[in-house]
């Protein structure tokens, strides 16, 4: 994201940290959700922390299909293309 807005990973890290306290250091784009040390709960509110502060919204049902990191910033690239 080279608008002023930070990358996606440093981005989700500040969201993981705010949503549950928890810093992740070792993130990749090919980071499985499942490995993040996270319970769905966090996982579900640091993507909300994201979408509020890029100013979109993911449907549910393809939140559903995450299965990377990679997964959720293509999301939301679309979601980000879709709403200007």
Known sequence: MSDGK?????LFREAVFQAGGVTLDKLTLDT?????ALDSIAVMESIAIVEDRLGIRIADEDLARLNSLRDLETLINKASSNAV
Do not use: E
């Open 6 to 10: 930070p990358d996606f990973l440093t």
């Open 32 to 36: 499985p959700i499942a490995d993040l």
